[in-house]
């Protein structure tokens, strides 16, 4: 993450990260590209100047990497919130375990005692692993085994999960663990609620009853006096128009579970990430919900939209854009999990070719944590290419965008305001460019491209309307002596810098030979002639390039 100085920060960023208060719980709220998850990295590096403990908690893991590196020479605390409580439950806590909270309990017992924790219940299993180490082999009881006799293991350090949601048992049922913790406050012991600040980015993306937790456990310590002395404050960033889960929380909802006066509620407008021209293009996928950005003074090329044959061209396409920009950070993001499979493949095999540069193309996805674990990936260096799934993109921003296969979003399940608010998140990730490539038989098609903007917002390529597989290829354009009628009207550095400027837009090769003698060549199929065809340029089949001496 690049975290700007100190003095390009605007008096409203300050009034947040430096001047809201530090003993109550705050909400900053803003559309992307405003700076919340900068104001949250500065506002953890200026608590830890302040000696008070600090954790920044994120929605997912790839956000966790993003934020952890952003302070200067040292890593900011950070993690999932799953991540960060479910280990605060137990390995620090002292609450006794929940009925519904997990099959099999943990013991943590010395060898010399294994004869009386077998004598108490607990079985050996070999092949499990520590809660509290990485090792294998640990004593464990089932739940019903411990709370017919809990005084049998009093004794030992017991490890244990919070409460699963039925519906969900990859989530919490936050309201069973704000009860527990309640009924068992005594339990906690005074050092376990010594949390500090914790910053939460993405707050839009948690529950109610996370909230309500964090209100209990701050009371709890309150209560306490003087006998705690950084209770748990939290600190929450959120924007509802960026929601992408079905257990989220509105703004009001937040403030409401943690308490939140009006005078500790913010606001960001202003967009720094952006061009106008991007800026835009989120706009015109406002689902209505939250606020909108001010519009950014920077002005850049406007999105474009195209459509290829199939993923290897899409692959094609980001390779020629990263040969014409080098040092770019790209971000690939994508709609379902075979896609971005298949993405990074091809993209590792086409990228591994350049001579001379090397380009890391990386990826993550919960399903593939293992083999492509989070804290692996790399931030804010020339020359990486990361493939996403759209859970995962939140947060981050990148030099440019490329949103693959449109037409894979599943509106009929979720709805166009789920494919809407992907998109406001999708395209506001880019600094400098976006661009929308669909491929496949039905590439161009489908409910998704209703909801498009116009072509003033989002450009259509060429190709997009006329495909060169179903339509007639127009014939060459009348010459005027050597030169087509356009051409006639514009100076050598005019027709070429179009030239240029056609092939970034479009991600097309560019090369210029005629230093040599050769000839100047632009990749790219008979369906560009509207565009290639006045500016002087002949089609050859056999490269499938347009070129030019002249």
């Not at 294994?114 to 640990?138: F, H, I, T």
């Not at 952006?274 to 999105?303: H, K, Y």
Request: charged content about 20%; aromatic content about 8%.
């Amino acid at each position: 993450m690049r975290l700007p100085k100190l003095r390009q920060f605007t008096e409203a960023q300050k009034q947040v990260y430096l001047y809201a208060p530090t003993d109550k719980h705050v909400l900053v709220s803003g559309p992307p590209g405003t700076g919340k998850t900068l104001i949250a990295c500065q506002r953890a590096i200026e608590l830890e100047k302040r000696e008070v403990p600090v954790m920044l908690g994120m929605f997912n893991r790839v956000l966790a990497r993003y934020s952890s590196n952003a302070a200067d020479g040292s890593r900011i605390p950070s993690a999932t919130v799953l991540t960060w409580f479910g280990d605060w439950w137990k390995r620090s806590s002292g609450l006794p375990p929940h009925p519904e909270g997990t099959n099999r309990i943990a013991i943590e017992v010395p060898y010399e005692q294994k004869d009386a924790a077998k004598l108490a219940g607990a079985g050996w299993y070999a092949n499990e692993w520590r809660p509290w180490e990485k090792k294998k082999g640990v004593w464990m009881m089932d739940v019903p085994t411990y709370l017919a006799n809990p005084e049998a293991f009093s004794a030992w350090k017991v490890w244990h999960e919070p409460p699963r949601a039925q519906d969900n048992p990859s989530s919490l049922d936050w309201d069973a663990v704000a009860k527990h913790v309640l009924m068992y406050e005594e339990c906690i012991p005074d050092k376990a609620l010594e949390l500090g600040t914790l910053l939460i980015d993405e707050g839009q993306d948690f529950p109610r009853g996370f909230y309500k937790t964090l209100r209990t456990l701050s009371a709890v310590a309150l209560a306490r006096g003087a006998r705690v002395q950084h209770p748990p404050r939290c600190f929450v960033l959120a924007d509802e128009n960026q929601q992408i889960t079905t257990s989220n929380s509105t703004l009001d909802e937040i403030a409401g579970a943690l308490g939140i006066a009006a005078d500790n509620r913010y606001q960001l407008l202003d967009n720094f990430r952006n061009t106008r021209e991007i800026a835009e293009l989120a706009r015109s996928f406002f689902a209505d919900v939250g606020v909108m950005p001010n519009l950014p003074a920077r002005q850049g090329e406007r999105p474009m939209l195209s459509v290829v044959a199939n993923q290897a061209q899409v692959a094609q396409r980001i390779s020629i854009w990263l040969t014409n920009n080098p040092g770019k950070e790209v971000g690939v993001l994508v709609f379902g999990e075979a896609t971005r499979k298949m993405m990074a493949t091809l993209l590792k095999d086409i990228l591994s070719h350049q001579v001379g540069r090397p380009i890391r193309v990386q990826s993550y996805s919960w399903e593939s944590r293992r083999d492509n674990p989070a804290d692996k990936l790399q931030f804010d260096a020339p020359d990486v290419v990361t493939v996403l799934n759209m859970q995962s993109c939140k947060g981050l921003e990148f030099d440019a965008t490329f949103i693959v296969d449109v037409s894979q979003a599943q509106i009929g399940i979720y709805g166009p305001d789920r494919f809407r608010m992907q998109m406001f998140v999708a395209t506001s990730r880019a600094r400098n460019w976006v661009q929308l490539i669909d491929s496949g038989p039905h590439a161009g098609a489908g409910p998704c491209f209703a909801l498009m903007p116009g072509s003033d917002v989002l450009e259509r390529e060429a190709a997009f309307a006329v495909s060169a597989a179903t339509a007639p290829i127009a014939p060459p354009p009348a010459a005027t002596g050597s030169k087509a009628p356009v051409v006639a009207e514009l100076g050598e550095a005019a027709w070429v810098a179009q030239l240029q400027r056609i092939a970034t837009r479009m991600s097309l090769q560019f090369d210029d030979h005629r230093a040599g003698g050769g000839a100047l060549w632009i990749g790219g199929g008979p369906e560009l002639r509207p565009l290639l065809g006045p500016l002087g340029l002949t089609y050859s089949e056999k490269r499938s390039a347009w070129w030019r001496k002249q």
